[in-house]
């Protein structure tokens, strides 16, 4: 499986998780990791705006 893919399913699954526990007052925590800065990374077009752009929060 693509790194993508699990990564999307994860998030995918810490959404749902997090709104149907949140009701009943159980929070949800979860680490994952974001690009690192290599060579390979680089490649990417627009790498560092993705570097800049790195934090996401499903807090409400």
Excluded: W
Aim: proline share 2%; charged share 20%.
């Amino acid at each position: 499986m693509d790194v993508s893919c699990a990564k999307a399913s994860s998030e995918t699954s810490v959404k749902h998780l997090s709104q149907e526990l949140g009701k009943r007052g159980i929070r949800i925590n979860v680490v994952f990791a974001g690009p690192i800065k290599t060579l390979t990374l680089t490649s990417i077009h627009h790498y560092r705006k993705m570097l800049k752009n790195v934090c996401i929060s499903y807090l409400r």
